[in-house]
């Protein structure tokens, strides 16, 4: 019975750990696609002399 019990803790403690890293990468390519369109703005600006 212990051993199922554990088991199941560091399952779920592996899925937590997978969770927190997928957020992590989520929020950080948010971040970047934001960054790359201000440049992308930022370049446009330049090509039609503004």
Do not use: D, F, H, Y
């Given at each position: 019975?212990?051993?199922?019990?554990?088991n199941t803790r560091r399952t779920v403690a592996r899925a937590l750990v997978y969770?927190?890293?997928l957020?992590?990468?989520a929020?950080?390519?948010c971040?970047?696609?934001?960054?790359v369109g201000k440049d992308v703005e930022g370049a446009?600006?330049?090509i039609q002399g503004e």
């Open positions: 019975m212990r051993s199922i019990r554990r969770t927190l890293a957020a992590a990468l929020v950080a390519g971040n970047t696609v934001k960054g446009g600006k330049a």
